[in-house]
């Protein structure tokens, strides 16, 4: 089912993120955006309470966008979903698939299967090679649940669901086939989460518990300030060397080569089974991809082509808008991921 304007709603740990989409012309437009903080411990916390203020945040912000209600589509943290490529399936109808990917759950998924709710896309099937890739997405009925009561609490009930890193994918590379094999980073406020992806499919996730806001409290550690103090130096200084004697340099450091090291556990394991398909850039995404000096710290470790993400790209928008969306580009791939889906 299409719908004419959607709204992509994604509820981070550190902000809740809109973007209403139209799609009633040839290139989506967009119709509104805006952003409001997210309520501390949100959805992190069981308690009715606390999600009924994720219910409360979330209201205030589609009510000041205006925003449509009967085509949301939201997220689900990549690091409380399980993903993986399922490659040694031998050619199946779609009838017996089903019940293989069922099978195949087991193996990579660390609940039992009628827990989790299970969503699979085919990568490939060919019958002369008796063989099937299946992209298969696991996600805790617990955590849907969870994001489902939260928002029951305004009477919304979501249009979709999907990861964070689905609707990354579909913002910055989409179906594209001649769009490059790039690997998406991430980067959330607390967790980083890496993929993969071809002619517009996810062959491979990863998600790490180091974020955002693990840098910040390193500062403030490392310097001795405040949160709210660090948090303001970090976006000021980054990873800039020469900037205040080097301290927010030297203090998120060994925080940043971890994600570095991560990058390259997921090209070399990606490498090692397509040898033929080289990933050949890396584009950084979320709230942490615009700290100050990244994209050359990346792309000098990995010596791969690394650039900020554009989610607007191929988005029709008003020209006095340019500017302002370019300044949070990265922080909002998510929320128009979402909101880019039609189907």
Not at 22 to 33: D, F, M, Q, W
Not at 51 to 67: D, I, W
Not at 111 to 134: E, F, G, H, M, S
Not at 149 to 170: F, H, N, S
Request: charged share 20%; aromatic share 6%; net charge negative.
């Amino acid at each position: 089912m299409a719908a004419n304007i959607v709204t992509g709603l994604d509820l981070g740990a550190h902000s809740i993120k809109c973007v209403v989409l139209s799609h009633t012309g040839k290139l989506p437009k967009l119709v509104s955006l805006g952003s409001v903080a997210s309520p501390q411990p949100g959805l992190a916390s069981d308690g009715d309470i606390d999600l009924e203020a994720v219910g409360t945040s979330v209201e205030q912000l589609l009510t000041s966008l205006k925003a449509p209600t009967d085509a949301v589509v939201i997220s689900l943290p990549e690091s409380k979903i399980f993903t993986r490529v399922v490659t040694d399936l031998p050619f199946l109808t779609d009838e017996e698939l089903a019940s293989a990917i069922k099978y195949s759950a087991e193996e990579f998924v660390p609940l039992p299967v009628d827990q989790v709710n299970l969503y699979w896309q085919v990568i490939d099937r060919q019958k002369q090679t008796n063989k099937t890739q299946v992209f298969v997405v696991a996600s805790p009925k617990i955590v849907v649940n969870k994001y489902l009561k939260a928002l029951g609490k305004i009477q919304l009930k979501p249009w979709a669901m999907e990861t964070d890193l689905v609707a990354a994918a579909r913002a910055l590379v989409g179906s594209n086939e001649l769009v490059p094999t790039t690997m998406v980073i991430q980067m959330g406020a607390s967790s980083t989460d890496f993929a993969v992806i071809s002619k517009g499919v996810i062959l491979i996730t990863r998600s790490i518990a180091t974020g955002g806001i693990a840098l910040t409290r390193a500062i403030a550690q490392y310097l001795n300030f405040e949160i709210l103090q660090a948090e303001e130096y970090k976006k000021v200084y980054g990873l800039i060397e020469d900037q205040l004697e080097g301290k927010i340099y030297q203090a998120i450091k060994p925080l940043v080569d971890v994600l570095i090291s991560e990058s390259s556990r997921v090209i070399q394991a990606f490498q090692a089974k397509n040898s033929d398909n080289p990933i050949k850039r890396v584009v950084l995404a979320g709230s942490g991809a615009k700290l100050p000096g990244l994209v050359g710290y990346f792309a000098n470790s990995i010596g791969l082509e690394v650039q900020e993400a554009d989610p607007w790209d191929g988005i029709e928008k008003d020209p006095s808008l340019v500017t302002k969306l370019a300044s949070e580009a990265p922080s909002y791939t998510v929320a128009v991921g979402l909101a880019l889906r039609n189907e």
